[in-house]
Nanobody
Framework: QVQLVESGGGLVQAGGSLRLSCASS????????MGWFRQAPGKNREFVAA????????NVANSVRGRFTTSGDNAKNTVYLQMNSLKPEDTAVYYC????????????????WGQGTQVTVSS
């Protein structure tokens, strides 16, 4: 079992950038695939990005492709979500999650979740 803690959220103007971090209490790469999801008020949780157990393959949602990337630091047991060219519609609580399935887009394939970090993009 791992505990995940997100950080790096905040308020940013449209067009700006943020980098979210997800620190794990235990080993990530080689043990879990990691995913990023977000949930805006009144909306369902949606997939944003994922990185494979190896830390090599990534998958990014169409809505953020070309603007968001995910990566990891094996030594720090941390994954990152780099968000560029932010838009007001990116406003949401962002969650990281760990699971044993390949870097899935489905939240049901992830077993452990962080508490979330708020990202607010002003127009």
């Amino acid at each position: 079992q791992v505990q995940l803690v997100e950080s790096g959220g905040g308020l940013v103007q449209a067009g700006g950038s943020l980098r979210l971090s997800c620190a794990s209490s235990g080993r990530i790469f080689g043990a879990y695939a990691m995913g990023w999801f977000r949930q805006a008020p009144g909306k369902n949780r949606e997939f944003v990005a994922a990185i494979s157990m190896s830390g090599v393959q990534t998958n990014v949602a169409n809505s953020v492709r070309g603007r968001f990337t995910t990566s990891g630091d094996n030594a720090k047991n941390t994954v990152y979500l780099q968000m560029n060219s932010l838009k007001p519609e990116d406003t949401a609580v962002y969650y990281c999650a760990a699971g044993w399935s390949s870097y899935s887009t489905s939240s049901s394939d992830y077993n452990y979740w962080g508490q979330g970090t708020q990202v607010t993009v002003s127009s």
